[in-house]
């Protein structure tokens, strides 16, 4: 079993940045990490994946905004979020998959002035 923690959320004004983290309790390197999100109101969407190759795939949403990426040797994926909108407020999930799936418990990240 793994088990997934994200961190790093908070609130930002409307064109800032965060980091958010995700650590797993064990390794992930043959794992496909994910990220999601839930913004009030609303059904979870995708956001960012990253494969074992470290090919990557981003909602057009937040593409040139947002990077995913990884480092096995820490059990870590990040997702860096630049010129945040208020439209990107939502809890963000990790989801780790290999055989198989798994998600964290979210963390909160409110983009308002």
């Known amino acids: 079993q793994v088990q997934l923690v994200e961190s790093g959320g908070g609130l930002v004004q409307p064109g800032g940045s965060l980091r958010l983290s995700c650590v797993a309790s064990?390794?992930?390197?043959?794992?496909?990490m994910s990220w999601y999100r839930q913004a009030p109101g609303k059904q979870r969407e995708f956001v960012a994946t990253?494969?074992?190759?470290?090919?990557?795939g981003y909602a057009d949403s937040v593409k040139g905004r947002f990077t995913i990426s990884r480092d096995n040797a820490e059990n870590t994926v990040y997702l860096q979020m630049n010129s945040l909108k208020p439209e990107d407020t939502a809890v963000y999930y990790c989801k780790s998959t290999w055989d198989t799936t798994y998600w964290g418990k979210g963390t909160l990240v409110t983009v308002s002035s």
């Open positions: 990253i494969t074992l190759g470290g090919n990557t």
């Open positions: 064990r390794s992930i390197s043959r794992n496909i």
